[in-house]
């Protein structure tokens, strides 16, 4: 049997991989989802303000993902070149996740120059643990369908805890007495979220988050030989020059930063359309199944059509998919409820296929030259998905205010507040869903073209 087809990974491994992936998206899925509402809610903020600042922020920030990646591959420890960096990044993560939620007495320039400060800081310590724990797929196994299984799992749990996130808040709203989870003869919060019980929520997600991301550093292994490379920033330009499978993923995250739009607004539609801020659990949930269920049949789909058909036809399924929820999902809250579901199948491909496809592509770039560099590209994987999410948060809040959304009001926003609110939600995903597909169509590392590159990989490795 070949190298490249024998099974390298322990339950316990994809086990650890899975909560660990789990607990950081956690902490990232809290900030996406509460950032904006608390800096409105707590400190008079406005939402417009606060899209562009964050997005400042993840861009200036971003500038820190090729430092890292450089870091990494030119790292040569016992523990490996990837585990050492989420170790550092503990600390940092949980302290900087607690003080962003906690409520601090500036108003105006200093409360937006705190603002900057601080989330810079956490996007520093969460670039140097999101870097290596996605780049660990690439080397836990030689074998790329145990890898793709591996991302699958993984990227399921870790959408999961993207949307798990939205359900802590909630449930502390329970338990704190007086909380805005307070339910009325109508079903509805009678009470905004007060600033505490998003502080005791930002401990809770921090300590939980952190400590089951550690997992990862304590558990996994790092199987795949490689080593350390001394890369100059332009010897890391010639990388992606040389990888055209992975440019091509990275041209069409970026033509879809629309589909990140939802993170940073499930709140604000929850309370216009629904009339109440915490209905954002129910919101989170049922597009979360809907992602969850798309993550678990896309392997079965990419072993059938290939990466590039499955994600082509995943994101015209959101694009038609999103408009009809538009035009029909507010009928009835059971229709809306369904179509959400629905809709959520293609988070699948936002979540999973880029960070499979890229695993793919440092294969396809040892193939051509010799070299492996996962610190490289998954670090430019990174600094993609944080300046696309902050475009998608910046727009999504841009959108919010010129809908002439009122933060103080706990449902009974107008109905044309609504209908932008729920547009931006729904339709507008879908409408980007659709552009992201153009690059792709040029993509072509078949399912075939990978296994021989692999089998020819173990071969040269063998020598």
Known sequence: METSAKKHLSTKEIVSYSLGLFGFQLIIGYLNSYQAEFYV?????????????????????????????????RTNGKKGKLKPFILFSLLPLMAMT???????????????????????????????GDVPSQAIASVATPNPTERTNLVSVANTFK??????????????????????AVITEKGAADTPISVDEFTISAIVIALIGCGLFALIYIVNRERVPYRAERMSFKDMLSVLKGNKPFLLVIISCFLGF??????????????????????????????????????????????????????????????????????????????????????GFQFSVVNLLPVIMTADSIDYYEYKTGKRAEGTVYAVLSLTVKVTLAMGTALGLILLSVSGYD?????????????????????????????????????????????????????????
């Open 258 to 343: 629309g589909r990140q739009i939802q993170t940073s607004i499930a709140v604000q539609t929850a309370n216009s359309v629904m009339g109440s801020q915490n209905y954002v659990l129910i919101i989170g949930i049922t597009g979360g199944i809907g992602a969850v269920l798309g993550m678990a049949f896309v392997p079965l789909l990419i072993k059938k059509f290939g990466e590039k058909n499955v994600c082509i036809g995943v994101s015209l399924y959101g694009f038609v998919m999103s408009l009809v929820t538009f035009f029909v999902g507010t009928n009835s809250m059971t229709t809306m409820f369904i179509f959400l579901f629905l809709m």
């Open 159 to 180: 959408a999961i805890g993207l949307s798990a996130a939205a359900a802590v808040l909630p449930i502390v709203c329970l338990i704190v007495p007086g909380g805005s």
């Open 41 to 73: 809610t707590g400190m008079a903020a406005d939402f417009a303000v606060i899209g562009i600042l964050l997005l400042v922020v993840r861009v200036i920030s971003a500038a820190f993902d090729p430092i890292v990646g450089n870091l990494i591959d």
């Open 407 to 463: 933060v103080s009001k706990v449902g009974g926003q107008s109905d044309t507040t609504a209908k932008i609110v729920y547009f931006t939600y729904t339709a507008v995903p879908g409408i980007f869903s659709l552009l992201s597909i153009i690059p792709l169509i040029k993509y072509d590392l078949t399912p075939k073209k990978k296994l021989e590159i692999a089998e020819e990989l173990q071969r040269r490795r063998a020598v």
């Open 98 to 128: 607690i003080l962003i939620f906690i409520k601090v007495p500036f108003r105006g320039a200093a409360l937006y120059a705190y603002i900057f400060v601080t989330f810079l800081f956490f996007s520093m310590a969460s670039t140097l």
